[in-house]
């Protein structure tokens, strides 16, 4: 199993930009693919960006060319860097990681609030 935890939500202006950080331990070389997922007051969680093992990027066409997700195996941590936020992306962010064996860790999440 894995453990998640994620950090580097906030409160940002509208046009600005957070990077959200999921620090992650425990079984990481079974690890086949994380997304970045994000859930709004009354909304579906819904998928943000997903990165496989073989480093295949998917984006929500909602944040194609704003958002980065992005990795740094040696701290074995992976990011998601928001640019030009939008009130819309007001949400709660979960880190999930998917394993080999077909099972999915979800981090505790981390709130990200836009203002107009």
């Known amino acids: 199993q894995v453990q998640l935890v994620e950090s580097g939500g906030g409160l940002v202006q509208a046009g600005g930009s957070l990077r959200l950080s999921c620090a992650v331990s425990?079984?990481?070389?079974?690890?086949?693919?994380m997304g970045w997922y994000r859930q709004a007051p009354g909304k579906q969680r819904e998928l943000v960006a997903s990165?496989?093992?073989?480093?295949?990027?998917n984006y929500a066409d909602s944040v194609k060319g704003r958002f980065t997700i992005s990795g740094d195996n040696a701290k074995n941590t992976r990011y998601l860097q928001m640019n030009s936020l939008k009130p819309e992306d007001t949400a709660v962010y979960y880190c999930?990681?998917?394993?080999?064996?077909?099972?999915?860790?979800w981090g505790q999440g981390t709130q990200v609030t836009v203002s107009s």
């Open positions: 999930k990681a998917t394993m080999t064996y077909g099972v999915d860790y």
């Open positions: 990165i496989t093992s073989r480093g295949r990027i």
């Open positions: 425990g079984s990481i070389f079974s690890i086949n693919a």
